[in-house]
């Protein structure tokens, strides 16, 4: 007698539509996270050190994979999220990973666009620290000078930006210029220096129009001299007489390269040393101690950066607090997807032509 065949397989059972959705939350919340952490960001500019390259308001796609993903350092932290939120920490920072990169298309380059962690904030985990993005000047085992604004790497001059500016002096003669001029030119008035001279930011393209003007009487470029203490400016050491303009000449660290330590060179690298790369540094008479044992040299285990804006004149970058080690770099700043002018009304708020525009 033929026995009839009894399927074993369970009935499919339909899902809810509550189900459906579910499934369809969790899977676009992986996917974004892995796209997020492991391939590119969103960021958005909130000030004006990289103008006219990129403006305050520009939101910009960075790639990760460009000099490899940063693997997390701080895993427990709640994601697409800020650091602090209103004053509360967004992660835990009970559990620290390792710093580990994966492999990338390329390295930091001299000239690109480069998004990294703030390297002051040494009071949080390193991938939570602040973002900022400013342009590569120095890479590892470089030396950078600059000399009335020209930036020289390796004593040759480095070119600036497409779209860098700087401040100058102008000098105006009878009546003042109508504001409106400012606003169109692009023009920043930075402040006052005597009854009729002003220190301005101009873009390079408002150059030439602006100095037709009848009443300019000159305008030349706000250099700072050389030769003068400011102690806002690195390393913050009355030796080192360095200014905005006349800077250096500083070697930038590179993985393996060994310096002799005295007090010139703790003044320019013991951040490096002790903060960025963990050591314990003391001193006793004249001995230099590393982690307790008497040391006359030192040899970084990690690469550094120089980073500056393009607003030369209107940015806080390495000038004002140094090296970018290489664990805080994320990765490359490619498109502007957004620009939002806040200062327009809300038909004009959205700059056009600023959409899906390649970084340069």
């Known amino acids: 007698m033929k026995i009839p065949f009894i399927s074993k397989k369970k009935p499919t059972v339909k899902k809810s539509k509550a189900r459906e959705w579910l499934d369809a939350l969790v899977f676009a919340f992986v996917a974004s996270t892995i796209i997020r952490g492991l391939l590119f960001s969103a960021f958005a500019i909130p000030s004006a050190s990289m103008e006219r390259s990129l403006l305050t308001g520009d939101y910009l796609f960075v790639s990760k994979v460009a000099y490899g993903p940063r693997m997390p350092i701080t895993p427990l932290a709640m994601p697409f999220m800020e650091a602090k939120v209103d004053g509360h920490n967004t992660y835990w920072n009970g559990i620290k990973l390792p710093y580990f990169r994966l492999p990338g298309f390329g390295e930091v380059k001299k000239g690109d666009p480069v998004v990294f962690n703030y390297p002051m904030e ?153 903060v960025y790369e963990g050591n314990k540094l003391n001193r006793i008479g004249n001995d230099i101690l590393i982690n307790g044992k008497k040391a006359t040299s030192y040899t970084f285990t990690q690469n550094y950066y120089w980073m500056m804006g393009d607003n030369r004149h209107n940015s806080e970058d390495s000038r004002y607090w140094g090296f970018v080690p290489e664990d805080h770099i994320v990765g490359k700043a490619v498109v502007t997807w957004m620009s939002i002018d806040s200062t327009k009304t809300f038909i004009d708020k959205v700059r056009w032509n600023r959409i899906m525009r390649l970084v340069k």
């Not at 620290?129 to 009335?148: S, W």
């Not at 700072?224 to 009355?238: C, D, L, R, S």
């Not at 000449?249 to 993985?255: D, F, I, R, Y």
């Open 122 to 274: 040494s009071d949080r985990p390193i991938d939570m620290r602040t973002h900022f993005i400013k342009r590569c000047q120095g890479t590892p085992g470089d030396l950078l000078t600059i000399v009335n604004s020209q930036v020289y790497i390796n004593n040759k001059p480095f070119a600036v930006a497409e779209k860098a500016q700087t401040s100058y002096v102008v000098t105006l003669q009878g009546s003042a210029l109508n504001p409106k001029i400012y606003d169109d030119l692009h023009i920043e008035v930075r402040g006052q220096l005597t009854d009729n001279s002003y220190e301005m930011i101009i873009p390079t393209e408002s150059l030439s129009t602006f100095k037709s003007y009848s009443n300019i009487q000159s305008i030349t470029p706000y250099i700072e001299p050389k030769g003068v203490y400011h102690a806002e400016i690195f390393p913050h050491n009355e030796h080192f007489k360095w200014s905005q303009d006349n800077f250096g000449p500083l070697k930038v660290p590179a993985k393996g390269y060994s310096i002799p330590l005295n007090d010139s060179t703790l003044a320019l690298y013991q951040r490096c040393i002790t």
